[in-house]
């Protein structure tokens, strides 16, 4: 069965290819964000498939962009629904790394503390308990510390492959 925001997805797929190139069908922010993110996870390769979403005002996520790593990035990262990062996981992706600004760095005040109450369940929109907690992980990154977030994409990769047999979304 499909959710909600998928049928309204398929819906303006639709739209989309009924119209051509001339069609000037908008889709509203989210459900792009979706459509992207879709794209770039399908066309993931690799061992481990890594989706990292960014923060425009942290560190430069789309820096990491590999086969085996999607990137977006968001103006500020507690714009990030958590339905995302479960559609991330429900459509292939091993693991979903978090990169937002670090404490008293937000340009948004609180973005990345949200997002992290969101993860944990103690802010709505909360995330599902479903979603393995192993196979999310947040960090705090400066603008000029992707050294830093490299090294935590490799360790978070390395604890991805430890848990090949259990399933990234029950």
């Not at 993110?37 to 990292?52: D, K, N, P, S």
């Not at 103690?122 to 599902?128: G, I, L, Q, V, Y």
């Amino acid at each position: 069965l499909l959710s909600g925001l998928d049928k309204a997805l398929a819906e303006y797929e639709k739209e989309i290819e009924q119209a051509g190139n001339e069609g000037a069908v908008k889709l509203p922010e989210e459900l792009r964000g979706r459509v992207e993110l879709r794209e770039q996870v399908r066309a993931l390769a690799g061992i481990t498939r890594i989706v990292i979403f960014g923060c425009d005002c942290a560190c430069d996520v789309q820096r990491l962009r590999a086969p085996d790593t999607a990137t977006l990035s968001m103006l500020c990262i507690g714009m990030l629904p958590p339905a995302f990062i479960e559609y991330a996981l429900r459509q292939g992706a091993d693991g979903v790394l978090i990169a937002g600004c670090r404490d008293g760095d937000c340009e948004y005040r609180v973005g990345g503390r949200w997002l992290a109450q969101r993860i944990e369940g103690t802010r709505e929109p909360h995330m599902r308990s479903s979603v393995s907690a192993q196979r999310v992980r947040y960090i705090a990154a400066a603008t000029f510390e992707e050294d830093r977030l490299r090294d935590e994409l490799e360790r978070f990769k390395h604890a991805l492959a430890q848990l090949q047999t259990e399933p990234a979304h029950a």
